[in-house]
């Protein structure tokens, strides 16, 4: 595992949680890092990312959610919050190269993950 996710847990809906991801050795690019999930039965979808400190997101998150870097720490964090139970899923980090030829939303920029932490609201 090259990244470690950590701060999944379970959440009422309406709540808060803040999700934690660090390279588990700095010898790889993590020019651009992103946050995906996957639920269920679903495929693995694009939530947020940065580069730069340039910040996108999928626009059902763009409002909930805020992606931000810790660049002395090399850490990245995701704080979600109004959470629903839509938001129930498997939360991926993922790390690549400032430039792969692929958008930052996909999945295929990026080559380095983390073990995925769960997220589950419910009520």
């Known amino acids: 595992v090259q990244l470690q996710a950590s701060g999944g847990g379970e959440v009422q809906p309406g709540g808060s949680l803040r999700l934690s991801c660090a390279p588990a050795?700095?010898?790889?690019?993590?020019?651009?890092m992103a946050w995906f999930r996957q639920a269920p039965g679903k495929e693995r979808e694009f939530v947020a990312a940065?580069?730069?400190?340039?910040?996108y997101y999928a626009d059902s998150m763009k409002d909930r959610f805020t992606i931000s870097r810790d660049i002395a720490k090399n850490t990245m964090s995701l704080q979600m919050n109004s959470l629903e139970p839509e938001d129930t899923a498997v939360y991926y980090c993922?790390?690549?190269?400032?430039?792969?030829?692929?958008?930052?939303?996909?999945?295929?920029?990026?080559?380095?993950w983390g073990q995925g932490t769960q997220v589950t609201v419910s009520s």
């Open positions: 993922a790390a690549g190269p400032s430039y792969s030829g692929y958008s930052y939303y996909n999945q295929r920029a990026y080559n380095y």
């Open positions: 050795r700095r010898t790889f690019s993590t020019a651009l």
């Open positions: 940065i580069k730069s400190g340039t910040t």
